[in-house]
């Protein structure tokens, strides 16, 4: 599919030596989305992104690093899990002089094929139901990732979240009715740990709407259209 655009495919395990990627690396600009926690991988990846001519990297991480601290959370340092992979792997990118980093931190994702109301399938519970959700659209996703790249914004850490903070409760009841699904189980706790991101630094820094602003009035339909077939 990508030799048809025209694109040419890299395979690239961070896991493993990178002694194979500099044809990879030849680019001003690189967006590094790897779901790994491997931060020794990390620290080769970035050595080889050093050697080579890139000279910006947006790093893509997630509010995982925050903790459920019971308030809204926002970029101010000292605000993360010091201790989490991600914020740590963060740091390995930020501190390089040799090319500069934007961090955005990515809210739970829904949409393209990812249905919420299909999360819960197979006897899986929906734990603390009353905490707020975080999550974003992939749409806004990818619209924000070219917005950074496009206007050249550099040196920044963003958090992207969707506008609204509803309960797990009524977020994924409702969700699953969207989806024709049973309704998931609550498992009620006593914790009552909570977050809820802040993302009025990214739409202020880069003037940005989100297309779905309101999770609650996403109704899904290209999810569903894309099941049907």
């Not at 896991?15 to 790897?34: C, H, M, R, Y």
């Amino acid at each position: 599919m990508l030799a048809a655009l025209p694109s040419e495919a890299f395979i690239v395990d961070i896991g493993k030596p990178l002694d194979d990627i500099d044809a990879f690396l030849q680019s001003d600009t690189l967006i590094v989305n790897i779901t790994s926690k491997d931060i020794a991988g990390f620290e080769r990846l970035v050595r080889r992104i050093e050697a080579s001519v890139i000279r910006e990297v947006l790093f893509v991480s997630s509010t995982s690093v925050y903790p459920n601290s019971c308030k809204v959370v926002s970029e101010t340092v000292g605000e993360v899990l010091p201790e989490h992979p991600l914020a740590i792997i963060e740091d390995l990118f930020r501190q390089s002089r040799r090319f500069q980093t934007t961090v955005v931190r990515f809210a739970g994702l829904i949409g393209g094929g990812r249905h919420p109301g299909r999360f819960f399938r197979g006897g899986k519970t929906v734990k603390n139901p009353d905490a707020n959700v975080n999550l974003i659209h992939r749409d806004d996703c990818i619209n924000i990732l070219d917005r950074i790249v496009a206007n050249g914004v550099w040196g920044e850490t963003f958090n992207a979240c969707a506008d609204s903070h509803p309960s797990k409760r009524e977020f994924y009841s409702q969700a699953a009715k969207l989806a024709g699904a049973p309704l998931p189980d609550f498992e009620d706790s006593d914790d009552p740990g909570f977050k809820i991101v802040d993302n009025r630094k990214l739409k202020r820094v880069l003037g940005y709407e989100f297309l779905h602003p309101d999770l609650m009035a996403i109704r899904f339909d290209e999810d569903r259209q894309a099941s049907d077939h």
